[in-house]
């Protein structure tokens, strides 16, 4: 018999998977984010319970249908009570206008390392000492960061969607709406951190380089700003964390950059030392000259 079970990457759905494909029935998993069963010889579909098109799609040349999506339970992200933010900016778009912001949001999304090493290029040309502030504050916020997802492992918005317990967010970034297919499973590949939302690094990085450029240029800093906050809300709208993990993010930035000022500059003198290096020494000057 064929069998299409939604909620097969869960616990119970998984022992619901092995029980029908032991007793040599032909189960299609079905997901949201087109899992499997690790496991098991089961056929992966992606498909959402709650739209009545895809489910519809789904049931064509099935058997049964089970349901193992289990009931939605409290997962308070300190938002608006028990709205979440990635449902209301989700659902708020479709069609074309979903794939264009799911699209540029994630190009948003994978500049998470590309922006601090053009800044740490900004900052080496312009003030070395800066420099060197800003890479020890970005190392020990990384470290901290580290050592909160080893102590305190968090789930992101898709996650739980995956497991049942929030409804209404996809995954965009493994969605349809972004990555081809030629290129999506390279990016598996990579085999992110998938319990490291909380604090959000992604709102971490460009926050911090907003405040080390805030001293080389006081002005042009704030397009780092204003690109912090566009990070903030792709981040949200991806699915990829909860406005919490964002604040969270910021906070921890904050945090670093006021140690590293207050506390270990006051101590190094190299940090102390700031001289811009694209001036040139007075001796050099005294030589051309000559």
């Given at each position: 018999m064929n069998v299409l079970l939604f909620g097969a990457t869960g616990n119970i759905g998984s022992a619901i998977a092995g029980e029908l494909v032991a007793r040599g029935h032909?189960?299609?998993?079905?997901?949201?984010?087109?899992?499997?069963v690790d496991g098991l010889d089961v056929a992966v579909r992606r498909a959402d319970a709650a739209d009545p098109v895809q489910v519809a799609e789904a049931a064509t040349r099935q058997d049964a249908i089970v349901s193992a999506i289990g009931p939605q339970h409290g997962v308070d992200d300190l938002s608006l009570i028990h709205i979440y933010p990635s449902q209301v900016l989700q659902h708020a778009v479709s069609g074309t206008t979903l794939h264009v912001l799911a699209v540029a949001g994630t190009v948003v999304y994978f500049c998470h390392f590309?922006?601090?090493?053009?800044?740490g290029l900004v900052l080496w040309l312009k003030d070395r000492a800066q420099y060197l502030r800003f890479?020890?504050?970005?190392?020990?916020?990384?470290?901290v960061g580290f050592?909160?997802?080893?102590?305190?492992?968090?789930?992101?918005?898709?996650?739980a969607a995956q497991d049942h317990v929030l409804s209404g967010v996809t995954d965009l970034i493994n969605s349809q709406h972004t990555l081809p297919s030629a290129i999506s499973?390279?990016?598996?590949?990579?085999?992110?951190?998938?319990?490291a939302a909380f604090p959000s690094l992604h709102a971490a990085f460009p926050f911090l380089?907003?405040?080390a450029l805030r001293r080389v240029y006081p002005r042009g800093s704030w397009i780092l700003f204003?690109?912090?906050?566009?990070?903030?809300?792709s981040v949200v709208f991806l699915g990829e964390h909860y406005v919490i993990d964002v604040i969270g993010g910021v906070l921890l930035a904050s945090a670093a950059w006021w140690v590293m000022m207050h506390a270990v500059v006051p101590h190094v003198t190299v940090l102390r030392t700031a001289r811009p290096v694209l001036e040139a020494p007075a001796a050099a000057v005294e030589r051309v000259g000559v």
């Open positions: 032909r189960v299609t998993a079905a997901s949201r984010r087109g899992g499997g590309a922006v601090p090493l053009l800044v890479v020890t504050a970005l190392l020990g916020m990384c470290m050592v909160f997802f080893m102590l305190v492992p968090t789930a992101p918005p898709w996650y499973p390279f990016y598996s590949l990579l085999n992110p951190n998938s319990t380089c907003f405040l204003g690109w912090s906050c566009l990070v903030f809300v």
